[in-house]
């Protein structure tokens, strides 16, 4: 029976079900030492950790990597394919779970919930009660979305239609009609004319540093950042630097340069940033839909069969072909 392994668990459902067809070896830690030991003899690998870049040479038997999840950057691509190995993901199926977390993460931004809460507890009801009356409505308000595939979009539907907000985006590829977005805009102008500016784009070469010291500048003075998508994607000093000055009022930050986030990080010491642990799109239903996505893609390639949500399909020859060696 071949062997697949799972850097993290997964749903006990999708494990349930992948059992039937391989031997699931679950990660102790995902320290790149344990990853590269435990690789071995595996030949395909579910990704929910960063895997180390010479997986593939220290664990040449593996034909496949799949993503429990959209974002590939966990995945080394480029050494993937060199390899022949098929890079496969989950794309869109925790886009509803992101969306919602980013909602609840403006509602708070916006209502001032973290600091009414902290003042309630120090400083009384009445105290409270005056803190409240500093936070405003969304309704009316303006949203920038920069990153516009499964996540923003659906972020963009709920704000549009639950919350009345104008949408606007910043995308590479042309908007559809039905997006509820009024128009694709240049980054500098998505910037300006925002009251929240949610990040959802993947970490590319083109993403990372996105948003440093002058982009933040030209936000709308008093606006909030939401980032759902990858750490590097904000300057994370230029942040830390706008959120002091209060150019930018507050923050809610599910991703980071180093996760966990660091004890002593300025992150904790500031109450208009909400902190959350890399866990917008982790929900129970979600996480059923991720693994059982994950695993259907596992049992294409332990068929030998292409996945239909393959990230680098230029090697498949190189796949087949090392799976026809295996039988052999």
């Known amino acids: 029976m071949p062997r697949v392994l799972l850097t993290n668990a997964i749903h006990p459902e999708a494990h349930a079900r992948l059992s039937r067809s391989a031997e699931v070896v679950v990660a102790p830690d995902t320290a790149a030492a344990t990853l590269r030991h435990a690789a071995a003899g595996c030949e395909v690998v579910v990704v929910r950790a960063q895997l180390p870049d010479d997986i593939f040479e220290a664990a040449p038997s593996l034909i496949g990597a799949v993503r429990h999840g959209t974002g590939i950057d966990m995945i080394p691509l480029d050494a993937a394919t060199a390899r022949g190995v098929l890079v496969a993901n989950v794309p869109g199926v925790n886009a509803n779970a992101v969306a919602e977390h980013v909602l609840r993460s403006m509602l708070a931004l916006a209502r001032q919930t973290p600091q009414v809460s902290a003042t309630l507890k120090d400083a009384g009801w009445a105290a409270a009660r005056a803190a409240a009356e500093r936070g405003v409505e969304l309704r009316g308000r303006t949203l920038g979305v920069v990153g516009f595939g499964h996540v923003g979009q659906a972020v963009a539907?709920?704000?549009?239609?639950?919350?009345?907000?104008?949408?606007?985006?910043?995308?590479?590829?042309?908007?559809?009609?039905?997006t509820h977005a009024t128009a694709a805009h240049s980054l500098d102008n998505l910037l300006a004319q925002s009251d929240v500016v949610v990040l959802a784009c993947p970490l590319t070469d083109q993403t990372r540093g996105l948003l440093g010291a002058s982009q933040l500048?030209?936000?709308?003075?008093?606006?909030?950042?939401?980032?759902?998508?990858?750490?590097?994607?904000?300057?994370?000093?230029?942040?830390?630097?706008?959120?002091?000055?209060?150019?930018?009022?507050?923050?809610?930050?599910?991703?980071?340069?180093?996760?966990?986030?660091?004890?002593?990080h300025a992150f904790w010491q500031m109450p208009h940033v909400i902190v959350t642990p890399h866990a917008a799109g982790v929900s129970e239903d979600s996480m059923r839909a991720m693994g059982l996505g994950a695993v259907e893609a596992v049992e294409h390639l332990l068929r030998g069969v292409c996945p239909p949500t393959c990230r680098n399909p230029q090697t498949l020859p190189a796949f087949k072909l090392r799976c026809q060696q295996r039988r052999g």
Do not use: Y
């Open 157 to 178: 539907r709920l704000a549009h239609l639950g919350l009345s907000m104008r949408v606007l985006a910043h995308s590479r590829s042309p908007l559809r009609d039905d």
């Open 217 to 264: 500048a030209r936000m709308r003075p008093g606006s909030w950042l939401v980032n759902v998508a990858r750490g590097p994607v904000v300057d994370e000093a230029a942040l830390i630097a706008a959120l002091r000055s209060g150019h930018v009022a507050g923050a809610a930050l599910d991703v980071f340069d180093t996760q966990p986030l660091l004890a002593g």
